[in-house]
C-alpha cells in the first residue's frame, strides 16, 4: 500500500486561492468599522469553502494491491486497478492535444480544480487537481478518465501501473 497526498498548489491556484479568501475576511472586517451588512455573506463563503475543502478536494490517493482509494475528508471513492487501463503523466499541451477544447464544471480556484471536465474529444473526466503540471491521466475500461495531481507523480504512476 502506497499513500499519496494531493500535491502542493502551483503558483497561479495559490494565488487564486489567497484573492478568494479575502473577499469573506473582507467581509467580515466591515465589523470592524461598524457595519454588519456583510458578516452574513462573509459566514456563508467561509461554510462554502469549508464544504469545498471537507467535499471536493481529495487530500490523499491509496493504492492498494486491488483499488486504487481516493480519500477525501468527507468520503471515498475506489477505482479496482483491474479495470484501469492505462496510467501517464502528461503535460498541459498533451492534455490539450488528449481532450480539445475544456470546460470545467464544478469548484475551480480555490484550492484546485475539482469536479468534471468537460472535453470535447473526451466528453467528461473526474478532475482534482492542484497545479497546472504532471497531471495523472487514468484511463479504465468502463467509467470516465481522471485527471489527478498527486504529489510525486513519476512514483504514483510507476506504483499505480504494477499490478
Not at 477505482?79 to 475551480?108: F, H, M, N, P, Y
Request: net charge positive; aromatic share 14%; charged share 20%.
Amino acid at each position: 500500500m502506497s499513500t499519496f497526498h494531493i500535491a502542493s498548489m502551483s503558483p497561479l491556484i495559490l494565488g487564486l486561492t489567497l484573492m478568494l479568501f479575502a473577499i469573506p475576511f473582507g467581509f467580515i472586517s466591515t465589523y470592524l468599522f461598524g457595519h454588519t451588512i456583510l458578516i452574513g455573506p462573509g459566514i456563508i463563503l467561509l461554510m462554502l469553502y469549508a464544504w469545498v475543502w471537507l467535499r471536493y478536494r481529495p487530500s490523499r490517493f491509496v493504492i492498494h494491491p486491488d483499488k486504487l482509494e481516493i480519500i477525501w475528508p468527507l468520503k471515498r471513492r475506489y477505482l479496482e486497478r483491474r479495470k484501469i487501463t492505462s496510467v501517464q503523466i502528461i503535460d498541459s499541451k498533451k492534455l490539450q492535444q488528449e481532450a480539445g477544447w475544456c470546460v470545467r464544471i464544478g469548484v475551480g480556484g480555490l484550492w484546485g480544480a475539482f469536479g468534471w471536465l468537460w472535453t470535447k474529444h473526451r466528453g467528461i473526466v473526474q478532475m482534482y487537481i492542484s497545479r497546472m503540471d504532471d497531471f495523472v491521466w487514468i484511463e479504465c475500461v468502463d467509467g470516465r478518465p481522471w485527471l489527478i495531481t498527486p504529489e510525486n507523480p513519476e512514483f504514483f504512476v510507476r506504483e499505480l501501473s504494477n499490478k
